[in-house]
């Protein structure tokens, strides 16, 4: 309040009930009529976190945490607020810090909670924690100091929550053996942002070649060189990107990282999925199996709709764009009726003066994995003159210049 003035600050407050505990309703109470006293608007709400939890097969901690952030996000979005302040002391960054390190984090989860960051959930709004320099009896101190009777979590002493065993029980063993224990959590969590620092860079080095339905597409080699919490981030920026939700852990990256040294494989972080083919990788959703179409009898000259796209047959030289490819063929070196079908098991094409299988094909000419399955074939009595795949066209050999073109185009939508 007393700095409201000097930084030209608009402020509100804003409480979220998790319904946990008796006096949950008290401290809501006990919020608006304070705020109201300073002459502030407070902005309230409540959610059951434990059947949330329940139904979400979530933990309750996570869950509360989850709920809260989303709530303080909405509030600040219906006030126009800036930034969301929370009151995160010093010893809830050495419990923070304690907790990660417990989980196996990281070096972004030994950076602790971060001075200022962004709101989970909200990227555009700011999450500021200014008393991460006090510690708890400081706080209370300045309620002393104010005439003011802080309100206590009785849930705080439950051991059933670790934080609560790391506050009572690890933090004063620990204290044991190095008084200053809790200072030495403040230097790595310090040593530790200015580390992740680094490594968020080194993420950004990798740029993505293209994006689009199946995903961003990387070079492999530029995802092999990134040291593992750099490609940790990459996963997580182009899942965010695609609006998926990654579950990124040790266990996983270190199975993707196998497959780049292998230069294949697929790994699955939730429902996100980093596939390594062809000396590219996919970062995207998970593909669902391609629904074979029908086999469709071309015109010649015309046009006939195959699946998802539409299929030109033209008798002059068309233009290929990425979107639309065109392979061209020698009528003289065709046997029966043109049709159009997705590849088929043993399908051969005389290619570059050999007759290949089409899969061995697609394998050596370096076709990625996820774009195999999606394959359409133009075909003539004698199996397959032109084989489309989302980012190459090949052309049986005919020894002939082309005088028909065949031309694969997505439908309008």
Request: with cysteine.
């Amino acid at each position: 309040m007393r700095l409201r003035d000097r930084f030209r600050l608009e402020l509100k407050v804003a409480h979220f009930d998790h319904q946990l505990r008796p006096g949950s309703a008290e401290d809501l109470r006990f919020v608006r009529e304070h705020a109201a006293a300073l002459g502030l608007e407070a902005v309230t709400g409540e959610g059951p976190v434990r059947e949330v939890a329940a139904r979400q097969r979530r933990g309750i901690e996570e869950t509360a945490r989850l709920m809260r952030y989303q709530f303080l996000a909405f509030a600040a979005e219906k006030e126009q607020c800036d930034a969301v302040v929370t009151g995160h002391t010093a010893d809830d960054q050495a419990e923070t810090v304690l907790l990660h390190l417990l989980r196996g984090s990281g070096v972004r989860g030994l950076r602790g909670m971060l001075p200022a960051g962004q709101v989970p959930g909200a990227p555009g709004r700011a999450l500021l924690r200014p008393l991460l320099c006090l510690r708890r009896a400081d706080t209370l101190a300045v309620c002393r100091d104010l005439g003011l009777e802080p309100r206590v979590d009785e849930s705080n002493r439950d051991p059933s929550h670790t934080r609560n065993r790391i506050r009572t029980a690890l933090l004063p063993a620990l204290a044991d053996f190095n008084p200053s224990i809790d200072a030495a959590l403040f230097g790595l969590a310090e040593s530790a942002r200015e580390a992740f620092a680094l490594l968020e860079r080194r993420s950004f080095e990798a740029r993505a070649l293209e994006r689009g339905p199946v995903g961003a597409v990387y070079e492999a080699a530029a995802l092999a060189g990134l040291p593992g919490e750099s490609l940790w981030l990459v996963v997580e920026r182009e899942a965010a990107f695609f609006h998926l939700e990654p579950a990124v852990n040790r266990t996983r990256l270190e199975n993707l990282r196998q497959a780049l040294r292998r230069g294949s494989g697929s790994v699955a972080f939730g429902d996100t999925a980093v596939e390594v083919s062809a000396g590219r990788v996919r970062i995207g959703p998970r593909l669902e199996p391609v629904e074979p179409a029908e086999p469709v009898l071309l015109d010649v000259p015309g046009s006939r709709r195959f699946g998802p796209w539409r299929v030109d047959v033209l008798t002059s030289p068309a233009e290929a764009t990425p979107q639309a490819p065109v392979a061209g063929l020698a009528s003289a070196s065709l046997r029966g009726a043109l049709r159009v079908r997705h590849l088929q098991p043993g399908d051969r094409i005389a290619w570059r003066g050999l007759t290949r299988k089409v899969s061995d094909l697609l394998i050596d000419q370096k076709v990625p994995a996820w774009e195999r399955p999606g394959a359409v074939a133009v075909t003539d009595a004698s199996g397959p003159a032109a084989i489309f795949t989302a980012s190459r066209v090949f052309t049986r050999d005919a020894g002939e210049p082309p005088d028909l073109w065949v031309r694969l185009a997505p439908l309008s939508r």
